[in-house]
C-alpha cells in the first residue's frame, strides 16, 4: 500500500513538473530541470562554505567594510570574466560549448552545446554574470576562512581589472591619435 501511494505521489509530480514546464517555456526549450540542478549545486556550494566557516570558529563581522565590498566587486568581474571570456581558459569550457569568435580583446564568444545535458553548464561557464555568483561566493568565504590570502588575490584581480582598463583607453588612445 505504501508503494502504490509513493508511485502515485511520483506520477503527480511528475506530471505536475511537465505541465509547470509545458506552460513556462511557451513553447522554447528551456533547461528548467538543470536550472533546479545548478541552483541545488550552488545551495550546496554554500552551505559547505557556511559549515567550514562555522567550524573555523570565527565570528563574523557585523557587517562588510566598504573597502571589502569595493574590492570584493572589482576582483568578482575580473575573476569571473576570465573564467568565463578569457581564450586561455577556453579548455575548461569546451566540453560544453562550442567556438564561434572573438569577442573583445583576449575574450571569445562561445556559443552552449544543448546535448547531452550541457546547456546548464554551458550557461553558467560563458556568463559572466551567472559566474559571478559563485566567485562572490568562494571569495567572500575565502576572507572569512583565509582573509590575509584572499584579500591578497582579490588585490591582484584588482590590479588586472585596472591594467585591463588602461590598456583599453590606451588603445582607444592610438587609434584616435591615428586616424588624423
Known amino acids: ?4 501511494a509513493d508511485n502515485r505521489l511520483g506520477r503527480c509530480v511528475h ?3 511537465r505541465r509547470t514546464r509545458q506552460r513556462y517555456s ?7 530541470g538543470g536550472y533546479l540542478a545548478a541552483m541545488t549545486g550552488f545551495g550546496a556550494y554554500t552551505a ?5 566557516v562555522r567550524l573555523r570558529g ?3 563581522p557585523d557587517r562588510p567594510h566598504p573597502w571589502d565590498v569595493a574590492l570584493t566587486a572589482v576582483a568578482t568581474f575580473r575573476l569571473s570574466r576570465l573564467l568565463s571570456k578569457a581564450s586561455v581558459t577556453s579548455p575548461l569550457r569546451a566540453p560544453f560549448t562550442r567556438y564561434v569568435g572573438v569577442q573583445g580583446p583576449a575574450e ?10 550541457k546547456e546548464t553548464v554551458g550557461e553558467l561557464l560563458t556568463c559572466p554574470f551567472c559566474m559571478s555568483v559563485w566567485v562572490v561566493s568562494t571569495l567572500t568565504a575565502g576572507q572569512l576562512l583565509w582573509p590575509r590570502a584572499t ?3 582579490m588585490g591582484a584581480l584588482a590590479a588586472l581589472a585596472g591594467a585591463d582598463a588602461l590598456q583599453l583607453a590606451y588603445g582607444g588612445l592610438v587609434g584616435k591619435a591615428t586616424k588624423e
Open 26 to 32: 511557451a513553447g522554447h526549450d528551456r533547461p528548467l
Open 15 to 17: 506530471g505536475l513538473a
Open 1 to 4: 500500500m505504501g508503494a502504490a
Open 151 to 153: 584579500r591578497t588575490a
Open 58 to 60: 570565527r565570528p563574523l
Open 48 to 52: 559547505a562554505w557556511a559549515t567550514a
Open 108 to 117: 571569445l564568444h562561445e556559443e552552449v552545446q544543448a546535448e547531452d545535458g
